[in-house]
């Protein structure tokens, strides 16, 4: 089994930057590709970033494009997101998600999530 533990959420001005970490445990293997996704009050999960195993490649939400950098280290087993002009649209819980194979951007083909880390941006 594997766990997933996000955090570095918070409450945080519109124009300020966060970074949420996502640290892997457990039944650990090499290949797999992470995801962030973003669920705000009364609407569905969304994809928001997705990395693969090398980290040579990256895909983003158009919603953060420029704004939001996904990164991992391996080492660690810990993936990144930071978050950089943060507006107050991008409230929601973050969640980190992981699967085997290419990145995907349908939450239901993710194996394992984490609980998730809240992140609120006031105007």
């Known amino acids: 089994q594997v766990q997933l533990v996000e955090s570095g959420g918070g409450l945080v001005q519109a124009g300020d930057s966060l970074r949420l970490s996502c640290a892997a445990s457990?039944?650990?293997?090499?290949?797999?590709?992470m995801g962030w996704f973003r669920q705000a009050v009364g609407k569905e999960r969304e994809f928001v970033a997705g990395?693969?195993?090398?980290?040579?490649?990256?895909c983003y939400a158009d919603s953060v494009k420029g704004r939001f950098t996904i990164s991992r280290d391996n080492g660690k087993n810990t993936v990144y997101l930071q978050m950089n002009s943060l507006k107050p649209e991008d409230t929601a819980v973050y969640y980190c998600?992981?699967?085997?194979?290419?990145?995907?951007?349908?939450?239901?083909?993710?194996?394992?999530w984490g609980q998730g880390t809240q992140v609120t941006v006031s105007s």
């Open positions: 990395i693969t195993w090398s980290g040579g490649n990256t």
């Open positions: 457990g039944r650990t293997f090499s290949g797999y590709v």
């Open positions: 998600a992981l699967r085997i194979g290419i990145v995907l951007t349908t939450p239901v083909r993710y194996n394992y």
